[in-house]
Nanobody
Framework: QLQLVESGGGLVQPGGSLRLSCTAS????????IGWFRQAPGKEREGVSC????????NYADSVKGRFTISRDNAKNTVYLHMNSLKPEDTAVYYC????????????????WGKGTQVTVSS
């Protein structure tokens, strides 16, 4: 069964850090572009970051540039999202998703999705 599983979320104080992981089972992530998205209550799902299959092309939403870093370890079949200097407005459920070709910030461009991990930034 093909699955994506996000982990690493939790409660953190403003200014803190978290590392999210997106791990695949049943298939190899090497062949896929991976996107991280988030959805806050009452808001639409938005693109956070995207990494190409080789890792050579990386995109970030303006709201997270300089604070978040995406990386991939194909040997571990895992993509990471390192989040620093977290703000309350980063609070959301974070999802990873796959697509075949190039990076995109549109959720509708992605096929397989994980169930998400909750990130809460609060003092």
């Amino acid at each position: 069964q093909l699955q994506l599983v996000e982990s690493g979320g939790g409660l953190v104080q403003p200014g803190g850090s978290l590392r999210l992981s997106c791990t695949a089972s049943g298939f190899t992530l090497d062949y896929y572009v991976i996107g991280w998205f988030r959805q806050a209550p009452g808001k639409e799902r938005e693109g956070v970051s995207c990494i190409s299959r080789s890792g050579a092309i990386i995109n970030y939403a303006d709201s997270v540039k300089g604070r978040f870093t995406i990386s991939r370890d194909n040997a571990k079949n895992t993509v990471y999202l390192h989040m620093n200097s977290l703000k309350p407005e980063d609070t959301a459920v974070y999802y990873c998703a796959t697509r075949r070709n190039w990076c995109s910030s549109y959720p509708s461009d992605f096929g397989s999705w994980g169930k998400g991990t909750q990130v809460t930034v609060s003092s």
